[in-house]
């Protein structure tokens, strides 16, 4: 079995015909809660529901995978890559014991959302996952990834796409020093997971 045999449902169906899917029930409800309460709230109601389901799900992904939090991390980012493969192009700029760093030089995920009209749902359903896979591996991995191709970053700028993904974490690793120096000059200690700097009694997100 697979670790993501439950999350594909169906594992001959690929991940982007099961999004495919996904988007003829979400789209029209939507599109009738924006209707009712307006873009923003609607919008506002849909990623808060999404974001959480999405949250659950990686989690209890990860409960489900033996080992190290970065064992779990690396099984569920290998079954991610390997849904997405057929779908999503990568340059692979470093893939080494200290990190792997990659630039989405195409992905027809973001061609379906954009041309539906509805890239931030796609964010929602794909992108952010990314997110939810990397907490899997608590204070051993951090992720870090500026723009993407389905929230408008173009070929022009797909440098500045590059997914980044460090371990092991500690608060003098190139990814995090940077942030710790510029939210507070007396930071002790990072919790990988979600950015978080603790700095004698006091706690304030990079």
Sequence with gaps: MGVFDDYLVDPKLSLLDKTRIQSQVLVPV???????????????IVKRALREWSKQ?????????????RRKWAAMHTAMFESTEQDVAV???RHDKEALEFDVTRCRFAEFFRALGEPELGALLICETDFDIAAAGGGEVAFSRDQTIMRGCGVECVRNATLQIFYPITPNHPFFAPKLKAVCNRATEVNASWCRVACHGCQRKA
């Design 91 to 93: 340059n692979m700029l």
């Design 57 to 69: 799900l990686f989690a209890a992904i990860g409960d489900g995978v033996e080992g190290s939090p």
């Design 30 to 44: 939507l599109q009738a809660l924006r209707s009712e309460l307006g873009k923003e709230k609607a919008d506002a």
